[in-house]
Structure formats: C-alpha cells, structure tokens
C-alpha cells in the first residue's frame, strides 16, 4: 500500500516490462540469425545477387531495431507519465495531510485563492475547502491596510520568510499566522500568483510575550533588589535576614558594628547568638506567633549580648517575607536604645520616688474625707456633702494617678512581680464599685455590674484591679453627665472575658490605632476633659500582656466605647 493515500498501486508495470524485454529479445535473435545467414550466404554467391541480399538483410535488421526503438520510446513515455502522476498523487496527498496552511492567490488589494489545502481552512476556522476558496484574501486580514502594506513589500522582494500577519477567523476570533511566501512573475515583471505556507504562532507568540515580560520582571526585580542591598549596606539600622528555621543569610555593617559580630562568622548560624537570656520569654512567644502568621512584630523589650559580652538594649522589628502564603525570609531591624531605656529608667525612678511621697498625703486626706462624708464627725450640710464628694472623687482620681505612675515606673523597670491566686471575680468587682461609687455619683451616672457570683479568676488579684479601674475611671471620665458605665464578666470557654463599655465620647476611627500609645489621648475629649496623663490604657495594655491576656475594643464617635479583656483562667507560667 502507497504511503498518504491509503489506495493500492495499478498492476500494469510488470507486464509492460516483461513484454519490452520479449521484444527485444525477439529483435535480438532476429538480427542474430541475420547476420548468421549472410555470413554462410555470402560464402557461397559474389556479385550484384550479394549485394542485393546484404541489403535487404540490412533493411531488415534497421527495421527490427527501428521496432524495438519505437517500442522502448513509448514504454518509457509510458513509465514517466505513471511516476508523474504518482508524484502528482503523493504531492496532493501530502499538501492535503499536512498541518501547515498551504495556498496560492494573486496580487491586488483584495486577492483571490487559487488554490487552498484544508489545513488553511480549517486554521481560518471554515469547514471545508471549497467554502473558504470564496473569500477574498483580503478577509481573512484584521486590517486590510496590513495587506496592502504585505503586499507591497513581497512585490519588491519577491520572497518573504516568517512574516508576522494579525488574521481572523470565521467567527471573528483573531490570530497571529507566520507566512513564508514566494511570488511568480511574468514576463512584464507583474505578479501572476503568490505561493504560501502558514503556521498559527498566537500561542508561541503569547508565551514569547510572556518569556519577555517575565524577563522585564525579573530585571526590574533585580533592580530592585541591587537598590534594596545598597540601601541596607549603607543603612545605619542594624539588619539580619534569616530562614524561617531560623539561620542567618545575610548581616549588614551596621548589625556587625552593633553586635561585635562579622558576617562570615554568623552566616549559616542560629540569630540566638545574641541572646542575653534577659529578655521576657512572653516576647519571644508574642515575636514567633506573629510572625509565622505572616504579621509584622515589634517590641522595645529586647535585651541582647554582644560578642564582647556586654548588652545593649534594642528596639527590634520583624518583617516576614512571604510567597504563596508562606514564610520564605525574616527581614530583622535592630536600633540600639540602651541610652534612651537608661534615660527612661532614671525618669521612672524619679517618678516612683514623687509617687511613693505623695501616696501618703493621698491616703491621709481620703481617710479624712471618709470620715466627713459618712458623717462620723456629724451631719454635713448638703451644700458642704456635696463639696466633700466632689473632692472625695478628686482624690481617687489622684490616687488612681499616682497609681498608674507606679506600676509604670515598675513594668518599664522590669519590677513587675505576678503573684497568682484565685481571685473571687464579684468581690472584687464591689471593691471597684465602692471606690468609684463618688466620682460616678457627681457626674450622675449608672453602674451596672454583671457578674455569676460564683465566678473566680487564678491571677494576680493587685493587678487585676489596677486593669480594672483604670478602665471604669477612663469609661466615667470620658462619658457624660447622665451616661452609663457597664461592666460585665463572663466564662468563655478556658479564658475570663471582662467587657467595660460606656455611652461616653468614643474614639475617632483615625486615631484608634495609637488609642494604646504612651501619652496618648483622643482628640475629641480634650475639649471635654482637661485633666489625664495618656497614661491608663498604656499601663492597662501592658499589664493585660504580663498576665498573659488580650485586649481589644469597639468604638464609636459620640456613641460610646467597649473595651473586652481575655484572660485565661489557668494562665501559664510567668516569666
């Protein structure tokens, strides 16, 4: 069977073959045989009578050999006719089968197809031949312009190779072709027809595009990078970058000029080198929880040695870099603040010292104050009960002050001592209520207190009560004359949740996130309230951490303001 067109060959060159040969054999022993007679003849007879007989045997072997000639002539006319047409057939076969788009057409501004191979077709998106051999060449073109342009360019050369054409299909999608093509001109120089051959390259070309955009990319980003390394080398910020595990990758001059450590020592190394075993073990858990989870984390509670041995302390920032959702890379910022905590630790201890000196007045004048209001010495007049309240809500404002000025000299000292122990939730919460029942009275506010009676708290029971005021003192400073201050206590799974909530001036939505800030105070209650330090949710956030709790809060301008601490009934160890 014939390759490409699944039809047997014809049986006829075999016995053409067999009969050329018979003949020319047949011619062969004729001749032979002539020649053989006229030998023996001529032996016998001389003369006129030899001379007619040489030449009719003469004529004879002419005309046996003219017959073979003639008979050879037209078999091998007849065999070339058969292997052109052989060729033609697998010309067509192998035009019709093969996946390139194959066509002629001519000149001119719209073209005609003369002829066309399926593949064309079927690239153009036409179900057969014969319906896509109707269009002009010029349809098949996005813009007609391009053929104009292609044509005018293969007029000149003659010959184009792997020229880029916009085309578009049947149904109107559009794709890129590359065409080799070759013209045939006649005698005058015009063109008579355009041979080509067509490859659809859209999605070559698309991953070529990709290839070149990615390639951008990647210079960009290494750009980027060259930059980012300039930028760190010559950074005056202490800078590590290490795997997730974590090993050091990279240090910068200024990470070795503040740890005493070079770079080629600490490459492949654990950054723990520099670990004092000074520094909170909450920070650490706080530091790796976060960043994990691909959040950023930052603290000024780091203390680290140097490779000399002294410790400094650092204000540290980690920035994980994450591909696909997972950490690949920490980026670690370190600036040296052993001055300012120095700076910050003689302040404090000033600070506890006035603190401790006016305790004493404080509670000298409270006890004073009891004693006048609850009428122990004898019946006020109204106008003087109400002067020995209001100074009596003073003084416990004045007393939560110094407090507050206290335990923040303590945490930023490192002083703070956690004692737990189980702590009745309700009795404390009726201390609370007794303290503060003056301050909210002159301001003619409710204090409601929800709480299970029988609910305890393994925690410690001081610090507990300095988160709890500071933020019952905030809700009643900062809420209205007639407000209401809400606190509500309640088991939530292995955590205590404590809800504090008011109907006061709530936090502007710009200023939430500072809302834990030293010194911090909201904009909108200024005008209100005078008086505060920015210091009560400050120590409130720190000691909620210490005690291994949360804290989080929902705010509203001119609605009101829920503060909700978690902490968990069984807290781990403190260290």
Same mark, same amino acid.
């Given at each position: 069977?014939?390759?490409?067109?699944?039809?047997?060959?014809?049986?006829?060159?075999?016995?053409?073959?067999?009969?050329?040969?018979?003949?020319?054999?047949?011619?062969?022993?004729?001749?032979?045989?002539?020649? @053989?007679?006229?030998?023996?003849?001529?032996?016998?007879?001389?003369?006129?009578?030899?001379?007619?007989?040489?030449?009719?045997?003469?004529?004879?072997?002419?005309?046996?050999? %003219?017959?073979?000639?003639?008979?050879?002539?037209?078999?091998?006319?007849?065999?070339?006719?058969?292997?052109?047409? /052989?060729?033609?057939?697998?010309?067509?076969?192998?035009?019709?089968?093969?996946?390139?788009?194959?066509?002629?057409?001519?000149?001119?501004?719209?073209?005609?197809? $003369?002829?066309?191979?399926?593949?064309?077709?079927?690239?153009? %998106?036409?179900?057969?031949?014969?319906?896509?051999?109707? @269009?002009?060449?010029?349809?098949?073109?996005?813009?007609?312009?391009?053929?104009?342009?292609?044509?005018?360019?293969?007029?000149?050369?003659? @010959?184009?190779?792997?020229?880029?054409?916009?085309?578009?299909?049947?149904?109107?999608? !559009?794709? $890129?072709?590359?065409?080799?093509? /070759?013209?045939?001109?006649?005698?005058?120089?015009?063109?008579?027809?355009?041979? +080509?051959?067509? &490859?659809?390259?859209?999605?070559?070309?698309?991953?070529?595009?990709?290839?070149? &955009?990615?390639?951008?990319?990647?210079?960009?980003?290494?750009? #980027?990078?060259?930059?980012?390394?300039?930028?760190?080398?010559?950074?005056?910020?202490? !800078?590590?970058? !290490?795997?997730?595990?974590?090993?050091?990758?990279?240090?910068?001059?200024?990470?070795?000029?503040?740890?005493?450590? !070079?770079?080629?020592?600490? $490459?492949?190394?654990?950054?723990?080198?520099?670990?004092?075993?000074?520094?909170?073990?909450?920070?650490?858990? =706080?530091?790796?929880?976060?960043?994990?989870?691909?959040?950023?984390?930052?603290?000024?509670?780091?203390?680290?040695?140097?490779?000399?041995?002294?410790?400094?302390?650092?204000?540290?920032?980690?920035?994980?870099?994450?591909?696909?959702?997972?950490?690949?890379?920490?980026?670690?910022?370190?600036?040296?603040?052993?001055?300012?905590?120095?700076? =910050?630790?003689?302040?404090? =201890?000033?600070?506890?010292?006035?603190?401790?000196?006016?305790?004493?007045?404080?509670? #000298?004048?409270?006890?004073?104050? =009891?004693?006048?209001?609850?009428?122990?010495?004898?019946?006020?007049?109204?106008?003087?009960?109400?002067?020995?309240?209001?100074?009596? +809500?003073?003084?416990?404002?004045?007393?939560?002050?110094?407090?507050?000025?206290? #335990?923040?000299?303590?945490?930023?000292?490192?002083?703070?001592?956690?004692?737990?122990?189980?702590?009745?939730? %309700?009795?404390?919460?009726?201390?609370?209520?007794?303290?503060?029942?003056?301050?909210?009275?002159?301001?003619?506010?409710?204090?409601?207190?929800?709480?299970?009676?029988?609910?305890?708290?393994?925690?410690?029971?001081?610090?507990?009560?300095?988160?709890?005021?500071?933020?019952?003192?905030?809700?009643?400073?900062?809420?209205?004359?007639?407000?209401?201050?809400?606190?509500?206590?309640?088991?939530?799974?292995?955590?205590?949740?404590?809800?504090?909530?008011?109907?006061?001036?709530?936090?502007?939505?710009?200023?939430?996130?500072?809302?834990?800030?030293?010194?911090?105070?909201?904009? #909108?209650?200024?005008?209100?309230?005078?008086?505060?330090?920015?210091?009560?949710?400050?120590?409130?956030?720190?000691?909620?951490?210490?005690?291994?709790?949360?804290?989080?809060?929902?705010?509203?301008?001119?609605?009101?303001?829920?503060?909700?601490?978690?902490?968990?009934?069984?807290?781990?160890?403190?260290?």
């Amino acid at each position: 069977m014939s390759q490409g067109t699944g039809k047997k060959p014809k049986k006829t060159s075999a016995p053409l073959e067999r009969l050329s040969f018979a003949v020319l054999m047949l011619n062969l022993s004729i001749f032979a045989i002539a020649i @053989l007679i006229s030998i023996i003849y001529l032996q016998q007879r001389s003369g006129e009578e030899a001379l007619f007989i040489t030449t009719n045997i003469l004529i004879v072997i002419l005309g046996s050999i %003219g017959v073979w000639l003639l008979h050879y002539t037209l078999s091998s006319q007849q065999q070339l006719k058969r292997a052109l047409e /052989k060729s033609e057939e697998e010309y067509r076969t192998l035009v019709s089968n093969i996946n390139l788009g194959i066509y002629r057409n001519t000149g001119g501004p719209k073209g005609k197809f $003369l002829q066309a191979n399926p593949a064309i077709a079927k690239m153009c %998106g036409y179900d057969s031949v014969e319906e896509f051999m109707k @269009l002009a060449v010029s349809d098949i073109y996005q813009d007609p312009a391009q053929r104009a342009k292609y044509i005018e360019k293969i007029a000149k050369q003659g @010959l184009v190779k792997d020229e880029i054409l916009k085309l578009k299909r049947k149904d109107g999608t !559009t794709f $890129l072709g590359s065409v080799t093509a /070759k013209v045939k001109y006649d005698n005058n120089g015009d063109i008579v027809w355009i041979d +080509s051959a067509m &490859e659809d390259v859209t999605k070559q070309k698309g991953s070529e595009e990709k290839l070149r &955009e990615a390639k951008r990319h990647l210079e960009v980003e290494a750009m #980027n990078t060259k930059k980012f390394l300039q930028a760190v080398e010559n950074s005056s910020v202490a !800078t590590i970058i !290490t795997t997730p595990e974590p090993s050091i990758v990279y240090a910068n001059p200024a990470w070795e000029q503040l740890t005493g450590h !070079t770079e080629a020592e600490v $490459l492949g190394k654990n950054p723990n080198i520099s670990k004092s075993g000074d520094t909170p073990r909450r920070v650490y858990e =706080e530091m790796w929880g976060k960043i994990l989870s691909g959040e950023e984390f930052h603290t000024d509670e780091i203390v680290n040695r140097r490779k000399d041995g002294t410790e400094y302390a650092a204000d540290l920032r980690v920035y994980p870099i994450t591909e696909h959702g997972k950490v690949q890379f920490l980026v670690g910022l370190q600036t040296d603040i052993t001055a300012q905590k120095r700076a =910050e630790r003689a302040k404090s =201890e000033f600070v506890s010292l006035a603190s401790h000196q006016l305790r004493t007045p404080l509670t #000298n004048l409270r006890w004073a104050f =009891e004693v006048l209001e609850h009428g122990k010495i004898g019946k006020l007049p109204d106008e003087m009960q109400k002067i020995v309240e209001r100074a009596q +809500s003073f003084i416990t404002q004045m007393n939560q002050t110094v407090s507050t000025l206290l #335990n923040i000299s303590r945490i930023e000292a490192g002083k703070i001592q956690v004692r737990d122990e189980k702590v009745p939730i %309700g009795r404390l919460l009726e201390d609370i209520q007794e303290e503060y029942q003056s301050a909210l009275a002159v301001k003619k506010q409710s204090f409601t207190i929800n709480c299970p009676k029988e609910l305890s708290l393994m925690t410690d029971e001081s610090l507990l009560y300095e988160i709890l005021t500071n933020l019952v003192s905030n809700a009643s400073k900062y809420t209205p004359e007639r407000g209401s201050v809400t606190l509500e206590v309640k088991q939530e799974g292995d955590a205590v949740s404590i809800r504090v909530s008011d109907t006061g001036y709530g936090i502007p939505a710009d200023q939430q996130k500072q809302i834990f800030s030293k010194f911090f105070r909201g904009g #909108n209650v200024i005008k209100h309230e005078t008086s505060g330090t920015g210091l009560g949710l400050y120590l409130v956030y720190n000691l909620v951490r210490i005690l291994s709790g949360s804290i989080s809060f929902s705010s509203e301008e001119n609605k009101g303001t829920t503060f909700t601490v978690s902490l968990p009934s069984t807290p781990p160890p403190h260290s």
